[in-house]
């Protein structure tokens, strides 16, 4: 096979996170460096033996020509490569992959990170995302690996997700419950891959009258705000449920690639992540469906109270869904997430999927009749555990600021703001228990530059003086 050139001799150091590798576009995501992920890839998938490789995108610049710049590496090396027809949320690709028997897949997404980032995220066979050998091997490949020793070939085929995706939603959520309680939402893809999926579906069940649409158009920039679903990127659509009618439930937000959620409710408050997991799962223990519950190191107490009230077992796992993956294949699991709201349903696949747990909210309001604030209400009644909880993302400049911050708990405080330190873990980062049952915990991110202060207590004032607190020992 011919090798052909794809950039300059110059080998950037390649850094993978929690879940693939992330960079600036024309800086280190290049496609020279691109071609040299994509030649490790094709490397490892033929050492596992040959097999079919499914290759996604998202709606950011340059999404389409990336994606088959990896298609045609895998092709260039004999892999058997198919690309997405048109963009679409990596769920549907996760879907794909397990369906039709496929070894593995790509997605070029940065996810919920800005828009002038890109990246490499890889699927497992079994739907999920990869895991931190698969990773690890393909890091360390790519690092040996020059422009010129990449091979690439012609054009791939194409796949198309979308059927498969709607009939796999079909068996998830009871679309009969949703249609005869007329309930109403909206779903804002902050100008993702997530974009029109929903409103496609609805249309397709009859039910186009039910669903709004924020930002609905795929946009490269995503409309001016990273496209992570949290409440500060969520202006637009605070405002518009607002101003919203009265039997529209809750609006749905989708990151970057549409495997998150966040939620705002009537009247433009946010809805966390974490009431989301609990609701979810108090949803799915009222169908009548058991199991696990698995949750990342960052995940709210509550959700460990309701889990175990039940009689649930409870798995704790680092930050990092990979994480979350497997445990979900061990088997026995029914519901997974993590703080950054992915969560995964395993009778779904073993994958975050926002666009899957939007609808599970929505069964849940039809079928109780009970708002999203209302049902959270009542669980934190019945664990006795009041939840206020925010984050902050510390931008600190250079490599030493952030091995400082690193080291910033080696010694931890016998307080913060006035409330005794009670113990630490260290499962993932420095977590400080402290009194009354809040915490905080100080990471490195997985995909940025950058340290992230967590916080969780029984009231909101609690939460800002322990964050304010936390960050000034961190930043020193």
Known sequence: M???????????????????????????????????????????????????????????????????????????????????????PTPALSHAVASVGACGGVMITASHNPAEYSGFKLKAAYGGSASDATYRNVAERAARIAPVGVRRAGAPGTFDAREGYYAALDRLVDMATIAGSGVRFVHDAMGGSGA??????????????????VRGRPDPTFYGVNPEPIAANLAATSAHMRAAAPDVAF?????????RIGVVLPGGEFFDSHQIFAVLLDALLRRGERGAVVKTFTVSRLVERLARRRG??????????KHVAQAMLAGGVLL???????IGVSVHLPERDGLA????????????GASLSESFAALERETGWRHAYDRLDLHLDGAEALIRAARSLDDPPSQLAGKPVTSVERLDGVKLNLSDDAWVLVRASGTEPLVRVYCEAADAATVRAVLAATAALVRG
């Open 2 to 88: 011919e090798r052909e050139r794809v950039g300059a001799d110059r080998l950037d150091d390649l850094k993978f996170g929690t879940d693939g590798w992330r960079d600036i576009i024309a800086e280190r995501f290049t496609a020279a460096n691109l071609a040299r992920v994509a030649q490790a890839y094709a490397e490892h998938v033929l050492e596992q033996g040959k097999g079919t490789v499914l290759v996604g995108y998202d709606t950011r610049f340059l999404g389409r020509r990336f994606a088959r710049l990896v298609a045609e590496v895998l092709t260039g090396n004999g892999v058997e490569a198919l690309m997405s027809a048109d963009y679409l």
């Open 196 to 213: 029109g999926w929903l409103v496609d579906y609805f249309a397709r069940h009859g039910l186009a009258d039910r669903i709004g649409e």
């Open 251 to 259: 609006a749905a937000a989708t990151d970057g690639d549409a495997d």
């Open 312 to 321: 649930l077992e409870v798995v704790e796992t680092p930050v990092g869904f």
């Open 336 to 342: 997974g997430g993590e703080e950054s709201g992915g």
């Open 357 to 368: 747990n939007a609808l599970l909210l929505l069964e849940a309001v039809a079928a109780t």
